[in-house]
């Protein structure tokens, strides 16, 4: 067997075939690399039987032979690899005399064949793209000149520069309209400012004027596989599939490619979990469709063309442009929330977007992660249409809404581990979340607070465990929404530091925030308008003068007191424009066309069942972590059971006994005990959903079903429900006497079922509130209204049979039905004294003592319990992404 000997920071290891090597900043790897740009398990090296291969493993920072990013590669003496960057990563060497043969040459397709045509192609059309961009820059660079000549020939230009506090802001353009504070005339007083000292930079920043970027297809694809016909070539994270993917978003089985002796080719979805992609479309689990020259195929963070008879392979590695084109967001009423916002940026850029309140950054952050997406306008993900091609790309999207979405009660490996369950297909292992776990926890310096629980976190720790979660699945273009409000401004700057870095490892991130502090760190700045337009779009560094400011209070002052200005127009006319945003403005508004709603959803990584069960456990686990929870858990229904054992009653809950005729005594405990069921249970949901809205929201855009979550809260607090039932029916019933016989079980058992099927039915009620309700303090309230109104329609105080309006009024009420169940197990109807001592014999319907009535009252509190569950399930879409609302 061949050996090959590798070299790494002068020191060597010989390789035996018959294991594979794990390169990586892991101690526990084999070859241990201690440099911040090597993932934790970056790659890995081994002898696929007829050569040496090293594999990437999705590292954040890739993997590089000759200059190129490389997932795959056949390797032997003399190849040479850097880890983590292409020129000055870690270097590691290969020698040996009997490396495999497939080395070097053929690995580097292009290479290995240097005339070959598409690819030569691709070359000279990016090179026309360059050429077309430079002459796109110099014509925004004339036009800049032209227009700052025009100012300078302007009349009425003032060479002085305004005070901020009195001036409203310089117009840029000639032509544009008055200045706001300009209403009473005097056009010579101020009009027509030419910028002073904040020239724009001549050349734009990377990317070019509008931050246009490399098309998709002209990227170097990272690795080639030869087809031949009649051959079938499976893709999937196993490694006996021909075309291995390591990737923990594509299935051990993932998909085949075919090629068919008649010459064609075609995919078939081998029932993955993340679904394979034909032009950004899902196609049908287990489906098959045939492929075209054009088509492009998605499998998780890999992207694959066909070219001739190869096989081209690109790996999304992080590294995507980003762009915006006259988004336009349209309210019911017609009014415009969002104004032709176009803006765009490069490849590892950090973006900010800040703006005064109202003036639609939520709007903008929706419309770009396709949340709500725009009803005008294009988003471009590496110059692929992000609406089009939703439910592929949108996997390639992190968000990090202001509240945290994690389960502060839990440690942050566990909340980690939970949510990669989640998110990550149902056939990943254990070892391979904990593994991209490790990594994560590593990239954001985590590591020592692992097992601290994330309510101990400060603020700045709090929002990198947000971070993390959302870095799990690998996403290129990272969204975050305020994600340091109410942090100090240490914790201000770390957080935007750790945005920077996470851009530097090859992301593209955009940031809402209203901290001004930091903004020097990011590649551009958005500002917006108020009216939801844009203010300003390009270097943070220029932005204040170009406002003609010295401070962002003075500008956000300007906003809110010149709210009717055209901040847009005065945008449009300046030279900033011309240098950052005109090339992406002109290319007309599209009308958005979305795919349809099945078209655009995730899909679910996970079964239903497994979805079901991973969230039951995380909710035991949240409940489990809080000890004084579990104990006012158990602690009221023991209460609520002892307060009913202070009630006087002679007779207990059984019948009478001569000369007494009846025992009015018995109805008032079983009041005491339903109402008091009535609120443990509703008190046990009542902030349950609420609390978690906004970890809802993005799981369920992340392929989170609603019946399973919602199923996971029923189950889970029915079951904690049914223990408090078991309580205060055991306390309740222990001291007193009780009927000798039930209808069908013992009476103890057959009240404590009612009561039970109460607890539940309330617990459902507690949920429709908690989904109902905008903030958590609205709860409270809510159900102790309920519990009052139960009380009043329990049928024990007052007579409500016979009572039209009122007797089907209080059919609504659980604890009708309740005391009605346990009634016809006690006879009540004829325990207490009649209503109407002249007509003894109208007794309350739903009271007979019949095995029939108990029955109907158990089932109806059921289908009441049901009914409500079908209501939340309604109320839960409110708090969903638009394209999640089936
Ligand atoms: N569905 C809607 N229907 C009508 N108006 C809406 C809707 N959503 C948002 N708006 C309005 O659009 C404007 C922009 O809202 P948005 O939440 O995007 O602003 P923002 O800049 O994020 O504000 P803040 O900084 O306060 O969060 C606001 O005036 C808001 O009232």
Known sequence: MPELVLELNGRTWTL????????????????????????????????????????????????????????????????????????????VSLTGADAGQGASGAAYGGQAAPGWAPQQQAQAQAQQQAQAQQQAQAQAQQQAQAQAQAQQRAPGRQQGWPQPQQQAPQQQAPGQGQFPHQQDGGSGGSGGHAPRG???????????????????????????????????MRIGRALENELVVSDLQVSRHHAEFTAT??????????????????????????????????????????????????????????????????????????????????FGVPEKSLVAVIGPSGSGKSTLLKALTGYRPADQGDVLYDNRNLYKQFAELRQRIGLVPQDDILHKELTVKKALKYAARLRFPGDTAEAEREARIGEVLGELKLDIHKGKKITSLSGGQRKRVSVALELLTKPSLIF?????????????????????????????????????????????????????????????EEALNFFGYTSWADVFSAFENYRDYDWAGRWRGSQHYQMYAADIDAVAAQSVHMPPPQQMRPPKAQSWAAQLWTLIRRYASVIASDKGFMALLVALPAVLGVVSTVIPAKFGLGPPELPSRFNSGAGTIMLVLMVGMCFTGAANSVRELIKERVIYERER??????????????????????????????????????????????????????????????????????????????????????????????????????????????????ARWAIAGAGTTLDLAHLMAPWDINNPTSLDPLWSHSVGQWIMNISVLLLMAAALGVVVSRLLRRHEPEVMRK
């Open 16 to 91: 035996d075939p018959s294991r594979s090597y794990t390169l990586g900043r892991d101690p526990q790897g084999d070859l241990v690399i201690d440099d911040a740009r090597v993932s934790w398990r970056h790659a890995t090296v081994s002898w696929a039987g007829g050569g040496w291969v090293i594999e990437d493993h999705g590292s954040t920072n890739g993997t590089y032979a000759e200059g190129r990013r490389v997932q795959r590669l056949e390797i032997g003496a003399g190849s040479s690899i850097h880890l983590g960057n292409a020129t000055d990563g870690p270097r």
């Open 198 to 232: 904040h020239e724009p930079s001549a050349a734009p920043g990377p990317g070019g004027a509008a931050g246009a970027p490399p098309v998709h297809g002209d990227r170097s694809p990272t690795t080639f596989h030869q087809f031949s016909l009649g051959r079938v």
């Open 261 to 342: 002796p008649d010459g064609r080719y075609e995919i078939h979805d081998l029932g993955s979990h993340n679904g394979t992609y034909v032009n950004g479309q899902p196609i049908a689990k287990s489906g098959t469709v045939h492929l075209g020259p054009t088509d492009i195929v998605g499998v998780g963070h890999s992207t694959f063309r066909l070219v001739g008879d190869r096989l081209e392979e690109f790996v999304d590695t992080g590294e995507v442009s980003f762009s915006a084109r006259h988004l336009t967001v349209t309210v019911d009423g017609g009014k415009q929330i969002l104004k032709d916002v176009s």
């Open 480 to 540: 975050l929404d305020e994600p340091t409000s109410g942090l100090d401004p240490g914790m201000d700057r770390d957080v935007m530091q750790l945005l920077r870095g996470l851009a530097d490892d090859g992301r593209t991130v955009l940031v809402v925030t209203h901290s001004v502090a930091e903004l020097a760190i990011c590649d551009k700045l958005l500002v917006m308008a108020p009216g939801g337009s844009v203010a300003y779009f390009g270097p943070p």
């Open 701 to 814: 855009a992340t392929g989170l079903s609603r019946s399973a979550y919602l199923m996971s809260k029923v189950i889970t607090l029915g079951v904690i429900t049914a223990i408090q039932g078991v309580i205060i029916c055991g306390i309740g019933f222990f001291p007193r006497a009780l009927p000798a016989e039930g209808l069908i079980m013992p009476p103890a058992v057959e009240m404590c079922l009612v009561v039970i099927a109460l607890g539940i039915t309330s617990m459902m009620f507690g949920l429709v509130i908690s989904s109902l309700v905008k903030t958590a303090e609205k709860t409270m309230p809510l159900l102790v209204m309920f519990a009052i109104v139960q009380v009043v329609f329990t049928g024990v105080l007052f007579q409500l049979f016979d009572s039209p309006g009122l007797e089907q009024f209080a059919w609504l009420m659980p």
